[in-house]
T-cell receptor, first 114, second 115 residues
């Protein structure tokens, strides 16, 4: 069965420093992978998605993620954190044979310190 | 703005009352999803429509919950005889496309508090 593991429940960085949010997945086939962001009391916004094209995916707000099949990872990075990046981030994989069903990680809370 | 919209954004109700939420998907998106999200958790799938047909329901969706999408456009989610455990954020998402091209776009959610 497919699963997603976000390796850190909380990450704290200083403004202007790099961001790394880690995600590992398990899947018996080539899945689609997504990162969504949720600001406090807001809905979910799609940051980026991987769908078997380029392994390095660029998203909105300067975020990018690299699909590494050998490591079953899809880590999210940003070179320089901004205060507005403070939010909850979810790594998501689609279910094998059912691309409508999303398998969610538990989320990583990102804090950005001034 | 042509994104997914939800109404109301917040709802406070007393236990035992009925509530109804509305979701307007992105225009021409044929698929519509409802999720529930409790504090500190990721979204949990509730139900899914393709056009007006409700094709899948989670076992989380008890008999007190009903969803409709009568004309294949907007959808409503009704909770009857609300319980305190129903307090959560209810999220709607819509999508267009098949296979690896499908991406779900989420609305801002309706936050329900049952007193």
């Amino acid at each position: 069965a497919q699963s997603v593991t976000q390796l850190d429940s909380h990450v704290s960085v200083s403004e202007g420093t790099p961001v790394l949010l880690r995600c590992n997945y398990s899947s018996s086939y080539s899945p689609s992978l997504f990162w969504y962001v949720q600001h406090p009391n807001k809905g979910l916004q799609l940051l980026l998605k991987y769908t078997s094209a380029a392994t390095l995916v660029k998203g909105i707000n300067g975020f990018e993620a690299e699909f590494k099949k050998s490591e079953t990872s899809f880590h999210l990075t940003k070179p320089s954190a901004h205060m507005s990046d403070a939010a909850e981030y979810f790594c998501v994989v689609t279910d094998a044979g059912n691309n409508r069903k999303l398998i969610w990680g538990l989320g990583t809370s990102l804090a950005v310190n001034p | 703005d042509t994104g997914v919209s939800q109404d109301p954004r917040h709802k406070i109700t007393k236990r035992g009352q009925n509530v109804t939420f509305r979701c307007d998907p992105i225009s021409e998106h044929n698929r519509l999803y409802w999720y529930r999200q409790t504090l500190g958790q990721g979204p949990e799938f509730l139900t899914y429509f393709q056009n007006e047909a409700q094709l899948e329901k989670s076992r989380l969706l008890s008999d007190r919950f009903s969803a409709e999408r009568p004309k294949g456009s907007f959808s409503t989610l009704e909770i009857q005889r609300t319980e305190q455990g129903d307090s959560a954020m209810y999220l709607c998402a819509s999508s267009l496309g098949q296979g690896t091209q499908e991406t779900q776009y989420f609305g801002p959610g309706t936050r329900l508090l049952v007193l």
